[in-house]
């Protein structure tokens, strides 16, 4: 059987079959590597494993919609005797029942950015060990205050092009930026529309958004790929320098256009440091042995955004 492509960084695969058995003790299970920032959150756990000596196979799903994907390489992990599992789930309950599965086989879980509906893993049995993540609601509003700063005292229309629909973290990050706009008694938000964390569909939906709203002066991308697509709107329209587009995660692709004075910012996470950290409380964790109960609940850490401007 021809072995399926796969994205090959470090001891990171996509293939079920290809998992190896578990000469390591971590797995790290992610949403997918086609995207900067799940690469950057990869490469802080593999530093810090370096740093503190440990072996971790990381794996990802082939993108952001592949839940059943997803849901099997956890599935595979369990099956090979990994000890201490990181899981960025796709969405709030893909990776319920086999977190589950794991807690039964006594695999301690760290939930990493998209947080796991809690009650719904508590009624079904299962809890995880902590939750990582950015503060997605605070850096939608850091966004929104800075489109704010930009606008200035005349006001006007701003817009949000949000994730895709019930995504945990792109639904905070929207709701922030809603909260700082609505607290400007000269804004109006005229548009909040998904597109799915997709860069074409971001540049279709603003695009129809300046159709409609010419005179629009800000819009708000839950993340940089999303946000570049706006900003070819915005260009395509001629409208450059005239409407401040903001993105979220620090993107490289994203920082330069910051610098070449196309995006007006990113709001950065820090997704290696998410990845270190959650190898690190998975270490804790298999040192320590705490029991594994429904009734626990996880450590929350939030772990800071910083805004980026034009250097």
Known sequence: ?????????????????????????????????????????????QAEAQKKGVQVDIFAAASEDDITGQQRLLEDAINKHYKAIGVAPITAVNMIQQIVAANQKGIYVVDMDEKVDMAQLKSAGGSVVAFLSTDNKAVGEKAGKFILSRIGAAGGKVAIIEGKAGNASGDARRDGAVAAFKGASNVKIVASLPADWDRARALDVATNMLQRNPDLKGIYACNDTMALGAFQAVRNAGKQGQIAVVGTDGAPEAIDSVNAGELTATIAQDAAGVGARSLDILIHALATKPAIKADNAPQMISIDSRLVTKK
């Open 1 to 45: 059987m021809k072995t399926l492509a796969k994205l090959v960084l470090a001891s990171t695969t996509l293939l079920l079959a290809a998992m190896p058995a578990a000469a390591a003790d971590y797995a790290i299970i992610l949403k997918t590597l086609a995207n900067p920032f799940w690469v950057s959150m990869k490469e802080g756990v």
